[in-house]
Structure formats: C-alpha cells, structure tokens
C-alpha cells in the first residue's frame, strides 16, 4: 500500500493514532492525533514524548509505555 493510501486510511479513523521507532521517536500518525497534541505532524514526526510533553508527564508516558511493551502493567 503506497505511503498517500495508507495515510488516507489512518487519517479517517477517528481515534488518535501514532507510531513510534524502537527509540521512541515517532515516525507516523493521523490527523485525530494532531488534533489531540495541538500540533501540525510535522511538528511531531521526528521527535519523542520528551519533546512534546511536560518533564513529568513525559516520564509517566514513557514508563506506562515500556510496561506496557515488556509485557507489565
């Protein structure tokens, strides 16, 4: 599926969507998520949740997250 196709795809899903590298950057997301974060995605894509988020909100997210990817929560 070419890149435009599957962007349309996520972009009508009404719910906030998004994808992250191993590293916790993220490399994708919908247009409900934009909305969520108030900002545009090219102001997302390429950068982590300690980029986006306040210090301490940053460190919940991200310890919920990697519970949630090694299997505890």
Same mark, same amino acid.
């Given at each position: ?5 599957? !962007? ?29 974060? &108030?900002?545009?995605k090219d102001k997302i894509v390429g950068r982590t949740v300690h980029d986006l988020a306040l ?11 990697? &519970? !949630? ?5």
């Amino acid at each position: 599926m070419k890149n435009e196709a599957r !962007q349309e795809i996520l972009d009508g899903i009404p719910l906030p969507i998004f994808f992250k590298d191993m590293n916790g950057v993220y490399t994708g997301c919908n247009k409900e998520f934009c909305t969520f974060l &108030g900002r545009e995605k090219d102001k997302i894509v390429g950068r982590t949740v300690h980029d986006l988020a306040l210090p301490d909100m940053a460190k919940k997210y991200e310890k919920k997250v990697h &519970g !949630q990817l090694v299997g505890k929560r």
